[in-house]
Every structure is written in structure tokens, then in C-alpha cells.
């Protein structure tokens, strides 16, 4: 969680700060690479944990980051929901 006088805390560094990039950009001519480093990035690292069952917290938390990615996709550039 963030306050007025910090950074947002990082749980997931290997595709967290792509992910945040893609939200806080504010020209639409760039938010489609954003997006697109943020997805690759969420399924480089789902490669990554595919064949451990330690990261179940992490899998449902990227379930939601993409569902929010698919909602600036539709909204911000004009994808078919």
C-alpha cells in the first residue's frame, strides 16, 4: 500500500513495476507497449513458477492484474471485450 510520502511496496518484482508503468501512463500513444511489456513480462513469470506450487498467492494475484489489463485494453484503446 502506498501513503502520501511513499512508493507503492513491491511483492512482485519480476512483473509489478511493468504492471504499474501500464497504469500510470498517461499518453495512449504509449500505453499499448506498456501493456504489452507488462503481459510479457506476467507470462515470462508464469513460466517461471509453472511447475512450483509455492506461488498460489502470486497466480491469483496475476489472474486479477490481467483481468485489469484486459479493462484499460477495452477501455483505453478500444479492444473487443
Known amino acids: 500500500m502506498a501513503t502520501e510520502d511513499s512508493q507503492v ?3 512482485y518484482p519480476h512483473w509489478q513495476n511493468e504492471y504499474e ?8 500513444e ?3 507497449d506498456r501493456i504489452q511489456a507488462a503481459e510479457a ?6 513460466q517461471e513458477i509453472s511447475q512450483n506450487s509455492d506461488h498460489h498467492t502470486e497466480r491469483q494475484v496475476i489472474e486479477d492484474v490481467l483481468a485489469a489489463l484486459r479493462v484499460l ?9
Open 30 to 32: 504509449r500505453l499499448s
Open 73 to 81: 485494453k477495452r477501455d483505453e484503446l478500444g479492444f473487443p471485450d
Open 9 to 11: 511496496e513491491i511483492f
Open 41 to 46: 513480462a506476467i507470462f515470462e513469470r508464469l
Open 21 to 28: 508503468a501500464a497504469l500510470l501512463e498517461p499518453e495512449p
